[in-house]
C-alpha cells in the first residue's frame, strides 16, 4: 500500500514538473529580479505587483497605407509576471514575423510554456506581423530563461535601445482627446496612449488580474499623428460577447475599420473577446467614433 502511495505521490511529481517546470520557490518575494532583469536584457515598467518587459520591434520598418508604424502604435511585445501561487505567472504577447512563429513556438513548447493565442492585429501592413500571445506559472527565473531563448529565434532586439531625446513631440490636441475618450492619455514614443479600465473584475484560476492595463487587460487606444490634425490609430476593445457587434457596428459607422476579432487567453472569467481596429482620419473625429463604441461597454471612465 505505502508502495502504491508512493508511486502515485512520484508521478504527480513528474506530471508536475513536465508542467509547470521544476518546482516553484517557496515564495515569488524570494525571487532575484535583477537576475530575470538580466536575463530579458531590460528593464520592467512595475506597478503593484506586476513586472512588465517590453519587447519592441524596433528593428522592423512596417508601413500600412502609407503610414510608418511606431514601435509603440503597433509593436509593442511585452511580458509580465505576477506572484501566484508560490512562484509566477506570466501572460504575454510578443510580435513576430510570419517566418519566425514557429521557431519561437518551438522553443516555447519545449521549456514547457503555453501558447494561448496566434493571429493577426492589422491588415495590409508590410511586412505582415503576427502576434504570439503566451502564458506559464512557475520560477520566474526558469521563465525568464525560456523567454529569451524563444525570442532568440526571433530578431527581437534582445536590448532597448536609449529613448531619443527629446522625445518626439505628438502634435495633436491631447487635452481634447483626453476630454473625448474620458480618460488621461499618456505620450509614448510619439504615440498617444490610453488605457481605459473594465467595471468587471477580471480571473483566470481563480486569481484576480490586476492591475489590468499591465496584464494587457485594459482596451487599448493608440494616436500616432500623421499630418494636418490627422492620426493614424490603432489598438484593442476588451469585450464580452454581448458587446462585440455593438462595438464592431459604432466603429464601422464612424469609419474605423475592425482588423481582428479574436481571444487572447483560455481560462478567463467573463469570457473575453478582443477586437483591433484601423483608421487614419482627423483625430478629433476618430476619438468621437472611438467613444461611441466606448459607450457599448461596461468600460470606466475618469
Known sequence: MKRTIWAMVGIGVCLLTFRFGPLLPANAQDTDWQKVDEILGRKPAVSDDVRRYGFPRSDLSVTLDGVTIK???ALGGW????PAHGGAM???DLVLLETEINPVMAKMIASGLEITAVHNHLL???PATFYMHVAGHGDPVKLASA????LVESKTPQ???APAAPAPTIGLDTAKLDQII???GQANGGVYQFNVKRRDPITEDG?????VAAMGLAIGINFQPTEGGRAAITGDFVLTSDEVNPVILALRTHGIEVTALHSHMLDEQPRLFFMHFWANDDAVKLAEGLRAALDKTASTKS
Open 182 to 184: 474620458g480618460v488621461k
Open 147 to 150: 523567454i529569451h531563448d524563444a
Open 124 to 126: 495590409r501592413a508590410s
Open 90 to 92: 506570466i501572460m504575454g
Open 71 to 73: 514601435p509603440a502604435l
Open 159 to 161: 536590448t532597448i535601445a
Open 207 to 211: 486569481m484576480l488580474l490586476t492591475p
Open 79 to 82: 511580458v509580465a509576471f505576477k
